[in-house]
């Protein structure tokens, strides 16, 4: 490998989304002829770093090369004219478009403007004719509507290879495909190394990466912390290199909770989620666990009545009817959701409302609201969580991130739930306002209230949880109780599970 | 200094000082416009479209492009209704008035309905109902509208009842109230806000959003009859399309009264000052024997003046 000019050079490449730094001085380096892996643990930046390069994702700082000349990305447009293609899990194709169109498209074949259908199928039909083991029998003039998720996420790929990349950037791209499907996948990734393509391979399985990556670039809370080449590796100091020698994060060590069981939950599905069961007790925090996007937020979605879903879940040995958030509500739980901006708060509104909102019926008379009593509600609120607000008529749009999501909180709080769902409470929270709010989840799992919590950060299961519960394919695979929770377990934990079901729980037919 | 820019960016106060402007300037171009009598006759004109932009202004309230377009020809059919039924006869005066509220809420709850469960968009939903309310007048009438006020309506919006104040203006001050107290101080106000400033939002914070919005769109077409009823009123004979060209209007009043096109932030009051600066500017142009066309260009640019002058303050976020 020629080290002196590498075909992808990035370096001190930094992001920040708010307050959140997605990435802080990454470096990435990949020759042509390679299949580069990009790992890194949830929220360790790999996605944005390929995003970067992609034209996708603004950085604030980079440093570019490509091929040796400092480039500047700033759109996916620019990439593709620099050779530069991506596929993500998520598809970027038009439903409506039959398969050849979508692969064609944005640089259809055609003369002054009119498009010719012959002339795209023609140019479609290579690459159809390459992936066709693994798309079985689409037609190149199906709408892409009617495919499997499986087969449409080899579309995307195909419509990449159309391009003719010389960096082709695969990001997760693998994660919807049946193993015999990934076969396929990986076969056309070799043949374009062997001419001389470079592709950079982000993927949350171990195995995928063991097997086809020559070397990997590994990423800890925006930063490359090593480059390894595979060959010399176990899939054990892999594990340890993305956890890294961290200094083991303070747990508060109290008892573990011995209250009544107070949420049982029996054959959820819906969703996103296949038939999950679990119990959790009075006054237990309960952390989800594992890679993002295998269930988490769709689980607490669907505890809180938000999503269609079936199977049965209890508080306190009643029955929850899971009809809507109202219902899930006035039974006692409350949940903070994962969007602050849309789903937690209404920024044009003022902070009395926000804090009042979801609590007011039980204050009114006959419908009426009396002014003195919400106001002292909110400001109990205020005072309790010490929300730093200018006045309490203020839009919430006013706060910064912290402190609107403790409005978010003291929302909840006025209404005493009995189970409280988080999702991932503390994104885009500066550390101050994060161990604030630490200690109103502590406090009310003390008070009694079982806490279920998601978090995009391993170390905020470490320090808050009693018992970790391993999300995989929308089911729990396994469960991390006490203090034998740290991140290099949880890391594991979320890698190992998919290798012994790979493929099986996707299956579809692909032939 | 700070307190008094803020008060002067207002747009309830900007709509106000519009008002106050038009009725000076027409004092000037023409004495006699700016007489205490001309002043309430103006204010009492203003009132139907008032009534009416009671209704449009929940609506643009609740958010997701809330917008009522079948308000004009649903004033105008509760105002057959009711003239038909009362038939210039004071004792049939409360059953008119009770027939076309009920029709013009059942109306209201089907808009609601289909904007909520069929997912239709409130543009196309009530844009539709336009159409059915425009077909029901024809097979109520038969063509020919042949209504009259009972005495007492008329002597409630023409007479002088207190001090020569009309009582149509006390009861249209009274509603203004109301509707304010209603949007300020009960739980169903806030949870029209909080539809408005975001439905998703509002939905996982336990908010009955269908209730809401079908409630929303039912008092819009209840305010609408009465705002046709009290047209009557004014006219005393009813006419097939007596109210059909308020619907614009209503919403223009909406929005010079600053209320936020995305819904969630606004209220009442700047609607109410909205439909007397529109009144104002008509008969201020009517005075100055402006052509009709002329007319229809003025409202439509000082619409779009005061929208970009809004606009600068605040995004109009969606």
Known sequence: ????????????????????????????????????????????????????????????????????????????????????????????????????????????????????????????????????????????????????????????????????????????????????????????????????????????????????????????????????????????????????????????????????????????????????????????????????????????????????????????????????????????????????????????????????????????????????????????MVDELSIKVGGLAEPVSSLSGGNAQKVVFGKWLLNEPDVILLDDPTKGVDIGAKSEIYRIIRGLARAGTTVIINSSEDRELVTLCDRVLVMFEGDIRAEIRGSEITEERLVQAALRIGEGTHGETTAESAT | MNNLRRVVRDPLVIAALIAIALVVAGGIVSPGFASPDQIVNMLRVASFLGLIAIGQTLVVLSGGEGIDLSVGTVATLGAILASRTMAGDNAMLIPGVLLA??????????????????????????????????????????????GRAAPALVHLVNGRLFFGIPGILIVWAALAVLVTLLLRRTTFGRQLYATGAGREAARLSGVPVNRVLITTYTLSSVFAALGGIAMVGYSQQVFLNLANDLTLPSIAAVIIGGTLVAGGVGGYLGSAIGAIVLTVLTSLLTTLSMPEWARIVVQGAVLIALLAVYGRQRRLRS
């Open chain 2, 101 to 146: 509220l009920v029709v013009a809420a059942a109306i209201g709850v089907t808009n609601g309905l289909g904007i909520v469960f069929l997912k239709i968009p409130p543009f196309v939903m009530t844009l539709g109902m336009l159409g059915v309310v425009s077909g029901l007048i024809l097979v109520v009438t038969g063509g020919v509208a042949d």
């Open chain 1, 1 to 380: 490998m020629n080290e002196s000019s590498p075909l992808v050079r990035l370096r001190d490449v930094h992001k920040r989304y708010g307050g959140v730094r997605a990435l802080q001085g990454a470096t990435l380096s990949a020759v042509g002829g390679e299949v580069h892996g990009l790992l890194g643990p949830n929220g360790s930046g790999k996605s944005t770093l390929g995003k970067v390069l992609a034209g996708s994702v603004r950085p604030d700082r980079a440093d570019i090369a490509i091929a040796g000349s400092a480039v500047q990305i700033g759109s996916p447009r620019a990439a593709a004219k620099l050779g530069v293609s991506a596929v993500y899990q998520q598809l970027s194709l038009v439903e409506e478009l039959s398969v050849s169109h979508n692969l064609v498209l944005g640089q259809e074949p055609g003369r002054v403007g009119f498009l010719s259908d012959r002339a795209a199928k023609a140019k479609a039909r290579p690459i159809l004719e390459r992936l066709g083991p693994a798309l079985g029998d689409v037609q190149a003039d199906q709408p892409v509507r009617d495919l499997t998720p499986g087969q449409q996420q080899l579309v995307e790929i195909g419509k990449a290879l159309l391009r003719e990349p010389r960096i082709l950037i695969l990001d997760e791209a693998t994660a919807s495909l049946h193993r015999d499907q990934v076969q396929v996948v990986f076969d056309v990734v070799r043949e374009l190394k062997e001419d001389g393509v470079c592709v950079l391979f982000v993927s949350h399985r171990l195995d995928e990466i063991m097997e086809l990556c020559d070397r990997a670039t590994i990423l800890r809370s925006g930063e490359t912390v090593a480059e390894t080449v595979i060959d010399t590796v176990s899939p054990e100091e892999i594990v340890r290199l993305m956890v890294g020698d961290v200094q083991t994060v303070e747990r508060e060590q109290e008892e573990p909770a011995e209250g009544p069981v107070r949420l049982a939950v029996r054959e959820l599905s819906g969703k996103g989620l296949s038939d999950v069961a679990f119990e959790a007790r009075a006054g237990e925090i309960v952390g989800l666990g594992g890679l993002q996007g295998q269930g988490q937020s769709e689980l607490l979605s669907a505890l809180f009545g938000a999503t269609a879903n079936s199977g049965s879940v209890s508080v306190d040995g009643r029955p929850v009817r899971l009809a809507s958030p109202r219902s899930a509500a006035a039974r006692g739980i409350a949940l903070v959701p994962g969007d602050r901006g849309s789903q937690g708060t209404l920024p044009a509104r003022p902070i009395l409302e926000n804090l009042t909102v979801a609590s007011m019926r039980k204050r009114a008379s006959f419908g009426f609201l009396r002014a003195a009593r919400e106001r002292a509600a909110s400001q109990r």
